[in-house]
């Protein structure tokens, strides 16, 4: 009997999959389509417990496997309990848990995942890292965060202000102050697809990399970058902010002299728009980039956004494995 060619399906490389690599690859149908399930799964479960499995449990028999090679809290709590909720299950590694701390190429290890899992989540430092994976995976990619980007974070954001503000985003003004870091590409990314305006309020020397400030507004999106934080909360309805020595950065004086200037304080929050909110996608340095009084003062969401990390990954799950439009 002849040997028979199997057919390209069964490779695992060749399906067609989605993957959640950034914000801009999915389009705006898309994310509203995500931002949509996660308020109403949210909405669904009040008043339940955290462990109890959505009514629906769209994930039964679905495994996601999820790698750090960056240290997390709400990412790995929000992956791994949104999955449990959704009725599947997880397996958490690190780099070192596995040969990819070895030497085994990022291509292989995706490959023998793909034949393991149904979908891979991975927070690392290089996006060629999760860019390799999806290549070669067979299944979704998620980025839950790499130095270019941070989506998952990002529409855990968007979510947040809908909620606060009872109205999808597009309209919207946002400042960002501090750091031209991932969470502000991540953002700029938000504005130029789901239509709201961005400024950027960052000292000289830390502007966000200028491809994906050209790309976006390229797509038509409003984003400025300014030297002022108080020109770049002018009638911002939505203040964000970020530490300012990223993960695995080495604390630089120069940096937070620089940045000083930028932190968010009652009176720049008194000089954004009336009952503007606050952002900050944690973990806080109070003092140094916020404020006691304005993270845990009234203008403050980022509980609720920490919160919204869950519902919104739920989706994104969802969504990646064919179960929303």
């Known amino acids: 009997m002849p040997c028979r060619r199997r057919h390209d399906a069964a490779h695992p490389e060749s399906a067609s999959v989605r993957h959640f690599l950034d914000l801009a690859t999915p389009g705006k149908a898309a994310l509203r389509t995500i931002l949509d399930e996660a308020?109403?799964?949210?909405?669904?479960?009040?008043?339940?417990?955290?462990?109890?499995?959505?009514?629906?449990?769209?994930?039964?028999?679905?495994?996601?496997?999820?790698?750090?090679?960056?240290?997390?809290?709400?990412?790995?709590?929000?992956?791994?309990?949104?999955?449990?909720?959704?009725?599947?299950?997880?397996?958490?590694?690190?780099?070192?848990?596995?040969?990819?701390?070895?030497?085994?190429?990022?291509?292989?290890?995706?490959?023998?995942?793909?034949?393991?899992?149904?979908?891979?989540?991975?927070?690392?430092?290089?996006?060629?890292?999760?860019?390799?994976?999806?290549?070669?995976?067979?299944?979704?990619?998620?980025?839950?965060?790499?130095?270019?980007?941070?989506?998952?974070?990002?529409?855990?954001?968007?979510?947040?202000v809908e909620e606060r503000l009872g109205r999808p985003v597009e309209g919207t003004c946002w400042a960002w102050l501090g750091d031209g870091n991932n969470m502000a590409h991540s953002l700029i990314e938000a504005a130029s697809v789901m239509g709201f305006d961005l400024r950027l309020g960052v000292p000289h020397g830390y502007?966000?990399?200028?491809?994906?400030?050209?790309?976006?507004?390229?797509?038509?999106?409003?984003?400025?970058?300014?030297?002022?934080?108080?020109?770049?909360?002018?009638?911002?309805?939505?203040?964000?902010?970020?530490?300012?020595?990223?993960?695995?950065?080495?604390?630089?004086?120069?940096?937070?002299?620089?940045?000083?200037?930028?932190?968010?304080?009652?009176?720049?929050m008194a000089a954004a728009g009336e009952g503007a909110l606050f952002l900050h996608c944690l973990p806080a340095h109070r003092g140094e980039e916020v404020d006691a009084a304005v993270i845990d003062g009234p203008a403050s969401a980022v509980w609720d956004e920490a919160e919204n990390r869950l519902h919104v990954q739920k989706a994104i799950l969802l969504w990646c494995l064919g179960k929303l439009g």
């Open 39 to 160: 308020h109403r799964r949210k909405a669904a479960r009040l008043g339940w417990t955290k462990g109890q499995r959505d009514a629906d449990a769209p994930l039964d028999g679905h495994i996601l496997a999820m790698i750090f090679e960056k240290p997390s809290t709400r990412t790995r709590f929000s992956f791994d309990v949104g999955v449990r909720q959704l009725g599947g299950t997880s397996i958490v590694a690190s780099s070192s848990d596995m040969q990819l701390g070895r030497g085994e190429s990022v291509a292989d290890t995706a490959r023998v995942l793909g034949r393991m899992v149904d979908a891979v989540m991975i927070r690392t430092a290089g996006h060629d890292i999760v860019e390799a994976f999806a290549a070669h995976a067979g299944v979704p990619v998620i980025n839950g965060l790499t130095d270019l980007g941070h989506p998952a974070q990002a529409m855990a954001d968007l979510m947040t």
């Open 207 to 268: 502007d966000p990399d200028q491809a994906v400030v050209a790309t976006a507004c390229a797509r038509g999106g409003s984003v400025d970058v300014v030297r002022k934080a108080a020109l770049a909360v002018e009638g911002a309805q939505v203040v964000v902010t970020d530490t300012w020595v990223s993960m695995g950065q080495a604390s630089a004086k120069d940096k937070l002299g620089a940045m000083k200037p930028f932190a968010v304080t009652p009176a720049l």
